[in-house]
């Protein structure tokens, strides 16, 4: 089996990288620093014993190096039958992406977007009836006070970096809904279910202010899960046999439960998914079939 993991040189993304390779998985990570990506595969092929782990270059502030990605991993002739979508930054000062998309819009959401879009052929030949390809998204608690503005999705009329990360957080969840709605109507072998890892002690926090960095210092033994706890939740997604055919979940703390009520609105998930599209320049539906308009909301 085979799976990708998006920022696998560090954090959660190593932890699962690490735990996937240690169930005998073959792991490539994806990692904007191949120095510290090359480091992280040494590691955890010492530490698991498994030397199907290598790292490939994917920066997804820029759409050129997701696309190049995508065909590197495709010469490869590997089938996909795990993707975790697990890369992000948080609170960083206003910038912009290669394609000139805002920093957290651009990375989390927009990249993540366009590599499973692109990976969705690999996915579906790899899925098979009773083993499902399946779609790992991490998202956060941040997501339940994300508001999505469709008309400022840039954040350009009014930039606040905890706005910018809770928005993307947000929009990766609706992604996760849409995207299982297409698959559902396509009658494809593959799921998608957006992760919550918890609070974990990672340089995720970098770009917090003193106090914050203070307080989680004295405190994170306490209140901070381990990178590897963190990673338990996403492995669990990825493998776990209970959730074999089942989509559209938002899981925590390794069990399903209800994301924020907008994230279940089926017109903003669909209206985000198309302007998504053309901001990517990809075709609406992607070889999916078309929508319906049902809601997607747990039973
Ligand atoms: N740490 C937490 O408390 C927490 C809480 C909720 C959700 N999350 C989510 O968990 C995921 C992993 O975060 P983490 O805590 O391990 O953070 P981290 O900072 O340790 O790891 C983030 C990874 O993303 C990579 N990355 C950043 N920009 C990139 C780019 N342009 N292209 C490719 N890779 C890029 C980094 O190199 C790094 O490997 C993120 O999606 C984050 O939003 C974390």
């Known amino acids: 089996k085979v799976a990708i993991v998006t920022g696998g040189a560090k954090g959660i993304g190593y932890e699962t990288a690490k735990q996937l390779s240690r169930l005998g998985m073959r792991v490539i990570i994806a990692v904007n620093d191949e120095r510290s990506g090359q480091e992280?595969?040494?590691?955890?092929?010492?530490?698991?014993?498994?030397?199907?782990?290598?790292c490939m270059g994917l920066d997804l502030a820029s759409l050129r190096s997701v696309r190049q990605f995508v065909q590197r991993f495709k010469a490869k002739n590997l089938p996909l039958h795990?993707?975790?979508?697990?890369?992000?930054?948080?609170?960083?000062?206003?910038s912009s992406t290669e394609d000139g998309f805002e920093e957290h819009f651009g990375v989390n959401y927009l990249g993540h977007f366009l590599l499973t879009y692109l990976l969705l052929d690999i996915l579906r030949?790899?899925?098979?009836?009773?083993?499902?390809a399946r779609v790992v998204t991490l998202s956060s608690t941040t997501h339940y006070v994300g508001e999505l503005n469709l008309n400022d999705l840039q954040s350009r009329s009014c930039y606040s970096p905890h706005g910018a990360y809770a928005q993307s957080k947000l929009a990766l969840v609706l992604f996760t809904y849409q995207l299982q709605q297409h698959l559902t109507a396509e009658r494809s072998h593959i799921t998608a279910n957006a992760v919550d890892p918890g609070i974990v002690n990672t340089d995720l926090y970098r770009h917090t202010n003193w106090l914050f960095k203070l307080c989680k210092w004295l405190s994170a033994w306490l209140l901070f899960k381990t990178p590897a706890q963190g990673a338990t939740t996403v492995v669990h997604a990825a493998l776990a046999p209970e959730l074999e055919g089942v989509g559209s979940c938002y899981l925590a703390n390794g069990q399903k439960t209800n994301s924020s009520d907008v994230s279940y609105d089926a017109e903003l998930q669909s209206q985000l998914w198309t302007l998504s599209c053309k901001l990517l320049s990809i075709p609406g539906t992607g070889g999916l079939t078309s929508q319906t308009s049902e809601s997607i909301h747990p039973t």
Not at 41 to 51: D, L, S
Not at 82 to 94: D, E, I, R, S, T
């Open 82 to 94: 795990v993707l975790v979508n697990n890369a992000a930054v948080m609170l960083v000062p206003q």
């Open 40 to 54: 992280s595969v040494k590691r955890i092929v010492q530490e698991t014993g498994n030397q199907k782990v290598e």
């Open 125 to 132: 030949q790899s899925g098979k009836e009773d083993c499902n």
